[in-house]
């Protein structure tokens, strides 16, 4: 179960970034120059790569416990974060995250700019936003892999899901040459909120010194009603949002 | 270099906190609670985290919605 749950995680969350990284690569890539834009990839990648063996040894370095309280906790919080905006998305209080809207304003801003050479790069801007937007959506990946990998002692397996992710949406990016817009990115969020934040639970009460009930299958209660509460709460929001919006223009009228 | 500091201060604090550092607070206060009813009074809390969690869910998002349409 733990290592299913964990290539699956790692898996699914690295594609979500990877869809949003390619975005932005595309938009340097077409409007630009793909040499440059290349070039900002791989050296972001290489960054990435350098944060997974130094980080990624040193963590397999600390006494399990500390590792769970610490990384349960880092874990809980962020995917209350990813669960917190799937579920305002859901239900309609934020904005879906729409790849062909940021595909439209990457190119505009990338047409606008000014072609300069620096540093033995021919178009620095193209380099720019491709290193940018390929080392901000991988640390979050990164940072996923490296907590579920060192905490199940299998990095290789963490590190496998990231790459599979990688290579299966590079290579729909490149057949497809357009943004990944039709995929359900909100969904996969959501998924991936919930997982983390199960996990962050199960590690860090764990590393607090706790003894779950039923041990290692206590996850196969906590992921499904952590999912329950999620979709609950999602529920509850799009029905008090349409409750709200039936009932403004009578508020309204009755105060004209 | 204040600057850089700063902004890459910002740059984690946004990456690990997020929108909301209300959930962060609740994760921590709820696993201190927990060590301390395991070590000091030897009770087996792991329904603390489970619960603390889906109450800074739900305080966090009834925030984020209060006065949206």
Redesign the interface.
Known sequence: MNSLALVLTVFVACAVEAVEALTIVLAAGLTREWRSTLQGMAAALAVLAVAVAVIGPALTLVPLTALR?VV???L???G??W???A??RA?G?KDLHDEGAIYARQVAAAQAARVEGRRGVHDWYAFTLSFKGVLLEG??VVFIALTFGANQHNLGLAAAGAAAAVVLVAAVGIAVRAPLSRVPENAMKFAVGVML?SF??FW??E???????GHDA?LLV?VP??AL??LG?TAL?RR??AA??AG?PAVERSAA | MSRWLRSFGAFWYD??????WR??AV??VA?AL??LL??AASV???W???VA??A???W??RR??AR??
């Open positions: 309280l349960g906790a880092l809980a919080v962020f209350l974060q669960l917190r905006k579920i305002l239900s209080y640390l979050e934040s962050g639970v860090g009460a590393g607090a010194g706790v003894s779950w009930p206590a906590i009603a952590m509460v999620g709460y929001l008090t949002r709200a919006r403004a | 990456f690990v906190i997020g929108d909301d959930g962060a994760v921590a696993l927990t060590a395991v070590h087996n809390a792991w603390l985290l489970p969690l889906v800074a869910l739900g966090s998002l984020a919605t949206k349409p």
